[in-house]
């Protein structure tokens, strides 16, 4: 447990370390701020359009400090050679690759959460409510997809040859994961054999996002903030984590460097 800790803190501080990535969150948190503008055109329905846009900032800026967190260990690791360093120290594949997994989930962590505290601020100054429990249900369901995500990536990053190529099915997933709702409802409208299979694999392999945002659900009587419903949410995220990380520890395992 102290390796996966001290791979954890390894990968956090790298991250931090990266200039790009600072830039990023610094942009993120402006991004952000930039919804007190956007409000000015909403007029009485202000409150509602800082939220929205201010939870669809958080999963964006999210997402694409995991995009750049790959990106800078995946070059790391090809190019620079460090995964060579690291595990001819007593690390196991399988301890490097949790480590790996924490100390990213770790700084996407701290992007949301600076995130959330800029958006809770903007919130309070246009006199809504910024400790709401569902505006901070609905964040913490992001930070889980993105945890998802993550676990995802990792697996592409070992299982393909080239970085840009891990970040374009990166970015494939995570388009056609918010879109798997729709792939249901369009295998269900097709008579197409064929055409069924493809989208169900889709729908089963890839995954479902859509159960992650509830962003446009904060001000209508739904009973998707009920415990049941973000159990099951929970239980999928830690079921199919389980499940990419398991796979990418097998492969991992593997691989040749």
């Known amino acids: ?46 409150v509602k359009m800082v939220t929205d846009f201010g939870l669809f900032a958080i999963g964006l800026f999210g997402f694409l400090t995991l995009a750049l967190s ?15 360093m690291i595990l001819v120290k007593p690390v196991t594949r399988l ?30 100054i246009r006199g809504g409510d910024p400790w709401s429990l569902k505006l901070i249900t609905a964040a913490g369901l992001i930070f889980i997809s993105l945890g ?37 409802h369009l295998a269900e409208a097709i008579n197409n ?21 509830l962003k446009d659900k904060i001000f209508s009587p739904s009973g998707l903030f009920s415990p049941r419903y973000l159990g099951f949410v929970i239980l999928y995220a830690s079921l199919y984590s389980f499940a990419t990380l398991l796979a990418a520890a097998y492969v991992f395992e593997k691989k040749e460097y």
């Open 95 to 124: 301890e490097y690759l949790i480590g790996k997994y924490i100390g990213i989930t770790l700084t996407i962590l701290m992007n949301v959460l600076l995130m959330l505290i800029t958006l809770m601020v903007i919130i309070q």
């Open 1 to 46: 447990m102290r390796r996966v800790a001290a791979v954890a803190e390894y990968i956090f501080k790298q991250s931090f370390r990266n200039k790009i990535l600072n830039v990023l969150i610094m942009f993120a948190v402006f991004g952000i701020g930039f919804a007190l503008v956007i409000s000015e055109l909403a007029q009485e329905v202000e």
């Open 193 to 213: 054999t064929a055409a069924n299979i493809v989208i169900n694999i889709f729908y089963y392999v890839l995954p479902n996002l859509e159960l992650f945002n």
């Open 148 to 184: 998802v995500l993550t676990s995802t990536a990792l697996l592409l990053s070992v299982i393909s040859t080239s970085v840009p190529g891990a970040l374009i099915f990166l970015f494939f997933i995570y388009i056609l994961g918010h879109l798997t709702m729709h792939l249901k």
């Open 70 to 84: 790959i990106t800078v260990q995946m070059f790391e690791e090809t190019e620079l050679k460090t995964i060579s």
